[in-house]
């Protein structure tokens, strides 16, 4: 996501970095440069004027010139401004202190709109929350099916009423399941339509009538580039709506949608999808988002990850594992699953700063590389995956032959451990493993461009 964007942006930065001190030409060039890259990035022509008269006012108060470090004080100054068009702080979710809280969710026919329910729905029942969903798209084919399939993926329960055809008659009813229930959250999955119409707009009143939701979240599709403002627009002036939730944002390159809409609308997003799986959504913040754009990485989001994954008495116990040489094949297979868990590999590495432009040149990460791992050490019998040295030649063969790799790559495999073990040992002591010894272990030298996508 972003990558368009990001690429111009960091581009036209680490010039202006490299600069000892700038002059008032200098600045005018850099935000030429920046206008260029938001609009190629689809962003709205009006926003774009805006940002930059702000950046410009921005960058005259910071008085550049004159600042210890310039090219670092115009990098904060488009931080700060990127971070202020997506809308400042990140907003959250209303819950109702006592009975079920009500989120209504609207969008036209293609947004992802089901998926998303069902995203959020398993979003927020990871955060404790009991959570329902209610089938009341009554409009589309088999609508009412896919959200029942998603449910049970997500494991919430879903309110359903096949072959109903009055969506405020199961959106009540729904409603009064929910709080006979104990339910904390109960999400409407709303018809959508192929544009925004007077009855779209009707029914979604009505059913927001009959369930008063404390939010209202509108789903746009980032793929849609500025159709999804000009659909955002539409809404907002027909009917109110609280927030929104971008979907694709993962496959849209440029991200305008995602950098227009609080500014056309003043309605933040609140939500982002980032990838096709159910527990690929994630909270927006304008901030980190801002970070990632301009090459400095996403730390507080991939310690949030690791959290979430990782627990204190885990992390001890691989650390003892480590310093008595006791890690094994089946921990590294444990470690792999848990880190794969926390999202597509290539995601992660962005969020580290710096590691932007070093995947671009590198490539996209080939997933299959890491399916390949797993299928040899999967082919391995217990006793040798604690035990790597006892793999010599004929349990060589046939680990290959049950992981469909060949003999290379289990040889590969279990030289490249052994040298990992004992780098983690060192590190675990406290010494610094030599260039020549990590360059080894990842294999003899560099990391060699992944298969592009």
């Known amino acids: 996501m972003f990558d368009q ?39 709205n022509f009006k926003v774009v004027k805006e940002f930059t008269t702000a ?9 550049v010139s004159e600042a210890l470090n310039p090219g670092q004080t115009v990098v904060k100054a488009v931080a700060d401004q990127l971070t202020e068009l997506m809308g400042g702080s990140g907003r959250e979710l209303v819950f109702s202190p006592k009975g079920t809280t009500v ?20 979003l927020l029942s990871a955060d404790g929350k009991n959570v329902a969903l209610a089938a009341c798209d009554l409009q589309r084919p088999a609508a009412v099916e896919q959200l029942e399939r998603l449910g049970q993926q997500a494991k919430v329960q879903v309110y359903s009423q096949p072959g109903g055809t009055d969506a405020v008659a199961v959106a009540s009813w729904a409603l009064e399941q929910a709080n006979e229930q104990g339910r904390d959250v109960l999400i409407l999955d709303t018809a959508g ?5 007077e009855e779209l707009m009707a029914e979604l009143a009505e059913v927001r009538k009959a369930t008063n ?9 980032a793929m849609t580039g500025q159709d999804a403002v000009n659909v955002a627009e539409s809404f907002a002036e027909t009917s109110e709506f609280d927030g929104v939730v971008i979907t694709k944002l993962d496959g849209d390159a440029r991200g305008g949608a995602a950098l227009s809409v609080r500014a056309v609308t003043g309605k933040p997003i609140i939500y982002a999808s980032t990838g096709e799986k159910l527990d690929e959504l994630e909270r927006f913040h304008p901030d980190r988002m801002a970070s990632r754009i301009l090459g400095m990485g996403d730390v507080v989001t991939l310690i949030e990850k690791t959290q979430e994954e990782f627990d204190a008495g885990q992390a001890a116990d691989l650390e003892q594992k480590i310093r008595k040489q006791q890690f094994t094949l089946e921990d590294f297979l444990a470690q792999m699953k848990q880190v794969r868990r926390m999202g597509p590999i290539g995601n992660l590495m962005k969020m580290m700063p710096g590691m932007g432009g070093a995947m671009r040149q590198m490539g996209e990460v080939d997933e299959s590389e890491l399916d390949r791992l797993e299928a040899i050490i999967l082919s391995m019998t217990p006793y040798e995956r604690a035990h790597p040295d006892v793999i010599k030649g004929s349990r060589r063969k046939r680990i290959a032959a049950g992981s469909g790799t060949t003999v290379q790559a289990v040889n590969q ?20 493993p030599s260039p020549e010894q990590l360059m080894a272990s990842a294999g003899g030298g560099t990391p060699r461009p992944r298969r592009a996508r």
């Open 213 to 221: 939701p404390l939010d209202v979240l509108l789903v746009l599709d």
């Open 5 to 43: 964007l990001s690429e111009r942006l960091q581009g036209v930065l680490g010039g202006v970095r490299q600069r000892g001190k700038l002059s008032e030409p200098d600045i005018d060039e850099a935000l030429r440069e920046v206008r260029l890259a938001l609009l190629e990035a689809d962003v």
């Open 193 to 197: 339509r192929l544009h925004v119409d």
């Open 55 to 63: 950046l410009r006012e921005r960058l005259a108060g910071e008085q």
């Open 413 to 432: 495999l279990v030289k490249q451990f052994g040298q990992m073990n004992k780098l983690m040992k060192q590190l675990a002591d406290g010494k610094m």
């Open 103 to 122: 989120i209504l969710m609207a969008g036209l026919q293609g947004s992802g709109k089901t998926t998303a329910c069902a995203k959020l729905a398993r």
